[in-house]
C-alpha cells in the first residue's frame, strides 16, 4: 500500500495566515506569465459546512453508507462522509453526492431509500424505521401492499436483479414494534385542521400536520379507522391485525394530546 510522507515545512503551509486552501477543488485553468499566474478553481460542493466542521468526525461514524475507497485503489471501503485527503490540509469532512437517485422519482413523498436499505443492512431495524417514517406513517402496510414501481428503476438490475425495497420495509416494519418508539417532539400551534377520512391519504395528512403542531381531528363514517385500507385489501395482502398496529399508532402520533 502506497504511502504518504510530508515534510514538516509542506505542512506549516496551512498554518500560514496568507496563504488558504482549497481542499476538495481542482485547477481548471491557468493564465498569465512568470510570477504573475491567474488559476481558475473549481470548487466541488461538500455539503458539510467548513465554518462548523471541527473534524471530529463523529459524522463519518454514524453514517451507514460504505463504499470503495480510491486512495487505496478501492481495495478498502469507506464512508460516503469522509475526508477527501486526509494528510493534505484542513481536517474538513465532505459528503460526495451523485444526486437523488432514480428510484425518487416514482416516489410521491421521496423517501430516502438508499438511507434505509444501508440501515436495514446492518440491523438498525429501529432507525430503519424511523428515517422511513419521517415520510410514511404506515411503513408496514406499504411494505405489503406497495406496487413498488420504484423497483423498476433500480440501478442494481444492470447488475442481476433490482433490490426488494417493498419487502425490505415489511421486513423491519415487521421486527419493530411502533408503539415503543419515541413520540417525536412537537411544537404546539393553536390552529385546528379537521381531516375527513381515515384512510391513507387521511391519516398521512393528519400525520404530517400533527408534526408541524396543528390540532387535528379525524372525521371517519365507518365504524373502522383506515377507510380502503381496512375494507378495500383482501386479508391475503394484509392481514387486518398487522395494519391495525401500524394506524393506531400513527392516529395516536396524529391526535393532540
Known sequence: MRRLYFHPKTVAVSQEPNIHLYTYSEVSGLSGFVGNYTATIRRRARYVREDRCTGCGLCAEACPVEVPNEFDEHLG????????????????????????GPLCEHLPRWVNIQGYVQLIGQGKYREAIQLIMERLPLPGVLGRVCPHPCESSCRRAEVDEALAI????????????LADLPMPAIVERPEKVAVIGSGPAGLTVAYDLRLKG????????????????????????????????????????????
Open 166 to 177: 417493498r419487502d425490505l420495509k415489511r421486513y423491519a416494519a415487521d421486527r419493530v414494534d
Open 214 to 257: 396543528y390540532q387535528v381531528t379525524i372525521f371517519e363514517s365507518l365504524p373502522v379507522l383506515g377507510g380502503m385500507l381496512r375494507v378495500g385489501i383482501p386479508i391475503t395482502a394484509c392481514r387486518p391485525r398487522c395494519w391495525t398496529a401500524k394506524s393506531t399508532t400513527s392516529c395516536a402520533w396524529a391526535s393532540p394530546p
Open 77 to 100: 471501503m469507506r464512508k460516503a462522509i469522509y475526508r477527501f485527503f486526509p494528510p493534505g490540509g484542513p481536517d474538513h469532512l465532505c459528503h460526495r453526492q451523485e444526486g437523488p
